[in-house]
């Protein structure tokens, strides 16, 4: 049994053209942290923290982590792994709770499934799991994408924005939603 989350993590990925992708295809993470968020209705708490960044498929550069191609699915996973290293960063031991649309990299990430893709990308985010999971109470859970969930749409909204080049929305200006 998990306790009730003192942390919400709500991560979300985005891709330019998710067909016939390879590893310059433009693709993006989005993560969004909330305390307080109860995990019912259409988002409540408030936001402590939020960063997107890039799919990183270079085995080169800082951060890669076995992603060959840039596609919604490595964005996805990429975004666990953002926001389980944000975890390992940030220290107590308070639980948390990862919010995803994706069920395919939430079962994943949590070991629930065996990956059949991704290989490396999936083991190197199975074991930041395994690592915080020793630290504090760990779960995910799925949240419907594109329902107007506040910190999803919020975190959807970072992901396709980074992808594209552009900068957010500052929050006092957003509205659920917008892409």
């Not at 330019?16 to 305390?35: E, R």
């Not at 498929?57 to 389980?84: D, I, K, Q």
């Not at 083991?123 to 799925?142: D, F, G, I």
Request: a negative charge.
């Amino acid at each position: 049994m998990v306790e009730t989350p003192a942390l919400t993590l709500y991560v979300d990925g985005s891709c330019l053209g998710n067909q016939n992708v390879n590893a310059s295809t433009p693709a993006s993470w989005g993560l969004v942290i909330v305390t307080g968020d109860s995990g019912l209705g259409k988002g409540s708490g408030e936001l402590h923290h939020e960063e997107a960044g890039s799919v990183v498929t270079s085995p080169e550069t800082e951060g890669f982590l076995g992603a060959e191609v840039g596609s919604n699915n490595t964005a996805e996973l990429s975004g666990f792994a953002a926001a389980l290293r944000w975890l390992l960063i940030e220290g107590n031991d308070s639980a948390a709770m990862i919010r995803a649309d994706s069920t395919y990299a939430g079962n994943l990430a949590s070991g629930v499934w065996k990956a059949k893709a991704n290989r490396e990308l999936v083991a190197n985010v199975q074991m930041l799991w395994k690592e915080v999971a020793a630290l504090r109470p760990l779960s995910w859970s799925h949240v419907k994408a594109h329902r107007g969930h506040r910190w999803n749409e919020r975190a959807d909204h970072l992901a396709s924005r980074h992808a594209m080049g552009e900068l957010p929305e500052p929050l006092t200006f957003w509205k659920p939603g917008q892409r």
